[in-house]
């Protein structure tokens, strides 16, 4: 049901990019679709009653036993923490577009950007 | 359980709200509010990393996202696109999102990683093996820059890459003289 | 870009020197605690904006200019290729290896110290200096880019 919920933020996130006009509105639509998505892949990785993959001293005195049973994967963690950063640089390049085309058509509305000539 | 349910319908609210308002203020606030959201539910799953990253990451998107968006005179854009379009879109986004629906039968429940079900996967090497291999008390930096360091080299080149168009797309000189006529 | 008053200007160059130094902090410890390269150099950046914001841009240029953001972008990714490379001395399969840890302290019981786990805190740091310099590059760039669009004129404004 989680899952549910978290494709459910994805599709709505899709609806925005696809069906609207403004373009910082497209922006905002491939951002929440971004969430999503490492939202997702952190839940994948979850164990019910797990602990944070950080070993402390005490787990290294009593053996590691007790720790590999209850952490949670650290795979997805990893991969999730390069793509929050690329979502930065690539919402930098985005909007970088947008100014520009702004700045040159004076309107954010990407129907009259089609008609006019520039 | 309740509280990853609570924190994800706080952030399909505001989802809503930020796709369906006008104002173009009120929609850069509620990708705040799923950001900070984002955030409380990945420090309830076990990940401190990642909600670290995810707010201050939060942070600057909303600085960038408020200088394209306040500053400028239109900011009220209305009406959508033709009807018909839209009433295609929304019927294969529906698709879409059945059979997502299906597919998610197949993945194992909410709580068992699948490493756990698996024999040899490779996270349980990362868990099991991780500080002897490589010295490091947190597992993920062992992950991120030791066992898979060619994914962060790659990282490191996309960010370059994106970072680099981002400021030849911004310069304010052409480089080429006035004078010149275009090829 | 202007600058705020004189109660924002106060708190903030008393606030930023705080936040750079948790930045720093976040790296360096980055194989300990939780955080890494990339939070800290993010929280870097960010100090470096709180400066932009409340003294306006053309202070927060004269500090950190454009020429020498980019520079210092372009050393920390020569810095981490450089890691990278050093493990290659050590035969053809070493490259981005472990080659402090693995070859030379293994064994001894050394967990848990500040310098500790081979090459990790130097690949932290030179993540975080890249990460930090391109993206205050970036929103620099984004403030001194365009000016406001006056309705009614729609040639293009080169200098």
New interface residues.
């Given amino acids: 049901m989680l899952y549910a919920l978290c494709f459910l933020l994805f599709t709505i996130g899709l609806y925005c990019a696809v069906t609207k006009k403004n373009m910082v509105k497209i922006v905002i639509g491939i951002m929440v679709m971004e969430y999503a998505v490492n939202l997702f892949l952190i839940m994948l990785g979850y164990r019910m009653g797990g602990v944070?993959p950080?070993i402390g001293?005490s787990d290294?005195e009593s053996g590691l036993g007790g720790f590999v049973s209850k952490s949670v994967d650290p795979l997805p963690q990893a991969l999730v923490?390069?793509a929050?950063?690329i979502s930065?640089?690539s919402l930098?390049l985005m909007?970088?577009i947008c100014?520009?085309t702004?700045?040159?058509?004076?309107t954010f509305d990407i129907t009259q950007i089609r008609r006019l000539k520039g | 359980m309740a509280v990853f349910y609570i924190l994800l319908l706080f952030m399909i609210i505001a989802a809503i709200i930020a796709v369906e308002t006008d104002n173009l203020l009120s929609s850069v606030i509620c990708v705040g509010a799923i950001g900070f959201g984002g955030s409380l539910i990945f420090l309830f799953l076990r990940a401190?990393?990642i909600?670290?990253?995810q707010i201050?990451?939060e942070?600057?998107g909303l600085?960038?996202l408020i200088?394209?968006t306040i500053?400028?005179?239109r900011t009220f854009i209305t009406g959508d696109r033709e009807f018909f379009g839209m009433v295609v879109s929304v019927v294969i986004i529906f698709v879409i999102f059945l059979a997502g629906m299906k597919v998610f039968e197949t993945l194992p429940a909410f709580g068992t990683p699948i490493f756990a079900t698996v024999g040899d996967s490779a996270s349980q090497a990362y868990i099991t093996e991780g500080?002897?291999?490589?010295?490091?008390?947190?597992l993920?930096?062992?992950v991120?820059?030791?066992f898979r360091?060619?994914d962060?080299?790659g990282e490191?080149a996309v960010?370059?890459t994106s970072?680099i168009g981002?400021?030849v797309i911004?310069r304010?000189?052409?480089k080429k003289l006035p004078e010149e006529p275009d090829q | 870009m202007k600058g705020m008053t004189i109660i924002v200007k106060t708190i903030s160059s008393w606030v930023k020197v705080l936040i750079f130094l948790f930045g720093i902090y976040?790296i360096l410890f980055?194989?300990?605690?939780?955080?890494?390269?990339?939070?800290g150099g993010?929280?870097l950046?960010?100090s470096y904006?709180l400066l932009m914001?409340a003294f306006g841009r053309e202070f927060a240029e004269k500090t950190l200019s454009v020429p020498f953001a980019?520079k210092l972008?372009c050393v920390g990714?020569l810095l981490?290729?450089a890691v990278?490379l050093c493990g290659l001395l050590y035969g053809a399969a070493g490259f981005?290896w472990?080659f402090i840890?693995?070859k030379y302290?293994?064994g001894t019981d050394?967990?848990?110290n500040l310098v500790?786990?081979?090459?990790?805190p130097l690949?932290?740091i030179a993540?975080g200096l890249?990460?930090g310099a391109?993206?205050f590059?970036?929103?620099l760039?984004?403030?001194?880019?365009?000016?406001?669009?006056k309705?009614g004129s729609?040639e293009?404004?080169?200098?």
């Fill in positions: 944070a950080i001293r290294l923490l390069t929050i950063v930065l640089g930098a909007i970088s100014v520009r702004y700045e040159k058509y004076g | 401190p990393d909600a670290i990253t201050v990451v942070v600057l600085i960038i200088r394209a500053s400028r005179d500080m002897q291999k490589t010295g490091a008390a947190n993920v930096a062992s991120i820059l030791d360091a060619y962060t080299l490191a960010l370059f970072i981002a400021t911004l304010k000189k052409a | 976040i980055g194989h300990l605690t939780p955080g890494g390269g990339f939070a993010v929280i950046a960010s904006v914001l980019s972008d990714a981490f290729a990278a981005f472990n840890h693995q302290l293994m050394y967990e848990f500790s786990a081979g090459t990790i690949s932290n993540i890249k990460v391109s993206l590059l970036v929103i760039t984004l403030s001194m880019c365009c000016k406001d669009f309705p729609t293009n404004e080169k200098e």
